[in-house]
């Protein structure tokens, strides 16, 4: 299965400033997801983000806020835009990841924990 | 607006038990549907995937999908302490629609 390299895996942040994470496949993969998952929360989308176009945000997600870049296939960065305690998250990444026999899923990076301060 | 709603936990089983997680979908064009578990910490991984109705079973987990009643479940037969996490369920709408909607999650705790 796919493997994913997610850095940085944690940051403290002061409010007002941006932190770009990002994520290294080991494979090519068409799309990239990137997702939210507050503090006791379940996993929200943010964005998919595809190799040579724009991305698309989920409702409730803006590009000037969340400017993603996919400059290739193996590659991608979330920037957290003029943060605020408020963005203190886990980010994730994920890739959806053919397997064998047909089969499939959706592999994750490790995850950046983020807190503003 | 796809929604995916999971059974409220905390779920607390023996070990040696069988552990049941439900899941509902509202959008009938979903496709496939997955199992994550994710450990205090650590990133959610995938447990089982399911595309067809009926019950796929992997080692100690089976997966039953009901497409009718927009239904998806996971039993964890054999319940150990390490099976004590989060589990997600999610759902995506197939080919051109790839992007994972998550439920809200079950905390599942095995008591020893």
């Known amino acids: 299965s796919a493997v994913i390299s997610q850095k940085p895996s944690r940051d403290i942040c002061q409010r007002g400033t941006s932190l770009t994470i990002q994520c290294q496949v080991d494979?090519?993969?068409?799309?990239m997801f990137w997702y939210r998952q507050q503090p006791g929360q379940s996993l929200t989308l943010i964005a998919t983000?595809?190799?040579?176009?724009?991305?698309?945000?989920e409702s409730g997600f803006v590009i000037d806020k969340f400017p993603i870049s996919r400059p290739n296939l193996t590659f991608s960065t979330l920037t957290v835009s003029n943060m605020s305690p408020e963005d203190s998250s886990i980010y994730l990444c994920?890739?959806?990841?053919?397997?064998?026999?047909?089969?499939?899923?959706?592999?994750f990076g490790s995850g950046t924990r983020l807190t503003v301060v | 607006q796809k929604e995916v709603e999971q059974n409220s936990g905390p779920l607390s089983v023996p070990e040696g038990a069988i552990a049941s997680l439900n899941c509902t979908y509202s959008?009938?064009?979903?496709?496939?549907f997955f199992w994550y578990r994710q450990y205090s910490g650590k990133s959610p991984e995938l447990i089982m995937f399911i595309y067809s109705n009926g019950d796929k079973e992997d080692g100690r987990f089976t997966a039953q999908l009901n497409k009718a009643s927009q239904y998806v479940s996971l039993l964890i037969r054999d319940s150990q302490p390490s099976d004590s996490a989060t589990y997600l369920c999610?759902?995506?709408?197939?080919?051109?629609?790839?992007?994972?909607?998550f439920g809200t999650g079950t905390r599942l705790t095995i008591i020893p």
């Open positions: 959008d009938r064009g979903s496709q496939s």
């Open positions: 983000a595809n190799q040579g176009s724009e991305a698309t945000y």
């Open positions: 494979s090519q993969v068409t799309m």
């Open positions: 999610a759902v995506n709408g197939g080919f051109g629609n790839e992007k994972l909607t």
């Open positions: 994920s890739v959806e990841d053919p397997g064998q026999g047909g089969s499939y899923g959706y592999t």
